[in-house]
Nanobody, 126 residues
Framework: VQLQASGGGLVQTGDSLRLSCTAS????????IGWFRQTPGKEREGVSC????????FYVEHVKGRFTISRDNTKSTVYLQMNNLGPEDTAVYYC????????????????????WGQGTQVTVSS
């Protein structure tokens, strides 16, 4: 599975961006789809995940109320809508999918995810 994240860019504090994740030649019909981010010198961290089984969504505390994860009806694209961005959101953002047949919910730990896309850079200026 080849995933591709897109939609990053350079924005100002308070602006919004919508990231997209697609899979080459297939859909994103997986039990879990996650968004992660990484800044230089730091470990990659989970941001949000979506359960493909029951629609459950999860957000880490510092993005709750600002970020929204969703998937289109064709299950071909997963989005991360990011509002009210701040400099602390500057990072390379990655999408990933987990093929584990979770019955419910979604994990947000790196080692659970099987396939990763290349990242897309998000830079928020102050």
């Amino acid at each position: 599975v080849q995933l591709q994240a897109s939609g990053g860019g350079l924005v100002q504090t308070g602006d919004s961006l919508r990231l997209s994740c697609t899979a080459s030649g297939s859909t994103l019909d997986y039990p879990a789809i996650g968004w992660f981010r990484q800044t230089p010198g730091k470990e990659r961290e989970g941001v949000s995940c979506l359960s493909g089984t029951d629609g459950f969504t999860f957000y880490v505390e510092h993005v709750k109320g600002r970020f929204t994860i969703s998937r289109d009806n064709t299950k071909s694209t997963v989005y991360l809508q990011m509002n009210n961005l701040g400099p602390e959101d500057t990072a390379v953002y990655y999408c990933a999918v987990d093929s584990t047949p979770w019955l419910a919910g979604c994990p947000l730990t790196l080692h659970e995810y099987d396939y990763w896309g290349q990242g897309t850079q998000v830079t928020v200026s102050s």
